[in-house]
């Protein structure tokens, strides 16, 4: 009778199974290593401290991620957007917050800010003036919100991701209510500067998402969860690339040469 070595008769163990990243935990974890929501320095991002005192209008909030951020931080905060799902959506998430945080609502059209001049110390307005009719005018009502010495927060699509979206993407994506405009990085910085703000920093982010989009367009379907398997290979493929030693250069090195949002940091006179 043939012995079969002992090693060879164990039974061997199948490897165990590891649960790749989300692209929820990925993009928050690749924006935590660009400076964004930095508990330690309190700063939304680098450039923006916020904190006990302030008083932040957040135009446009969506579903209410910064202004979480800045109400954890200390700060009274005034949500604002078009849409009353979005702010129903930002204010549940605001009421997890322990102890309660001071908050309001506001409903808005966009041309008109039902906020009472010279309110806040900290106006955040990020991926909304690409969406509007009138930039200009949308400028103006967030000055006017402003207290002197006020602190904005502004961004928009980095005209790179959007020129490759414009060739990839399904039209609506470029239609009302979604993009009408494609604003170059001066024309941004003059939009700002015209409306009376002194532009302090100009940052970029994003690589990671702005992929993600590219790769979302070439999904034939989604499911309601926004799951496919290409786009959990690109939030594994880039989890993995951060968790190298030269990850995060090369990751920075992309966020400011393709970015997928370009960032101005200003200031009220």
């Known amino acids: 009778m043939k012995l079969i070595p002992a090693i060879l008769r164990r039974k061997r163990q199948a490897p165990e199974p590891t649960i790749a990243p989300s692209h929820s935990e990925t993009s928050t974890r690749d924006h935590l290593m660009r400076g964004w929501h930095n508990t330690s320095s309190g700063e939304l991002c680098p450039g923006f401290p916020v904190g006990p005192g302030n008083v932040l209008a957040d135009i446009g909030c969506g579903s209410g991620d910064h202004a979480y951020f800045c109400a954890a931080m200390g700060a009274q905060v005034i949500l604002a957007d078009m849409d009353p799902a979005a702010l129903a959506q930002a204010s549940a998430l605001l009421a997890r917050l322990q102890p309660a945080p001071r908050f309001e609502t506001r409903l808005t059209d966009g041309a008109t800010l039902p906020i009472a001049d010279a309110t806040a110390d900290r106006v955040i307005c990020t991926e909304v003036i ?15 919100i402003g207290r002197p010495d006020a602190l904005y927060l502004l961004s928009c699509p980095d005209p790179q991701a959007e020129a490759i979206f414009k060739r990839i993407a399904h039209p609506m994506h470029f239609e009302r209510p979604n993009h009408i405009r494609i604003l170059g990085r001066e024309e941004f910085a003059t939009i700002v500067v015209d409306a009376g703000l002194v532009i302090e920093h100009r940052l970029s982010r994003g690589f990671y998402n702005m992929l993600w989009w590219v790769l979302f367009w070439g999904c034939p379907s989604l499911g309601a969860d926004m799951r496919h398997p290409l786009l959990d290979s690109w939030a594994n493929t880039w989890s993995l690339l951060l968790d190298q030693p030269n990850g995060p250069t090369i990751k920075n090195a992309l966020d400011d040469l393709l970015p997928h949002s370009q960032v101005i940091i200003a200031r009220k006179p």
């Open 130 to 144: 690409e969406h509007v009719d009138d930039p200009a005018l949308l400028m103006q009502e967030l000055v006017r």
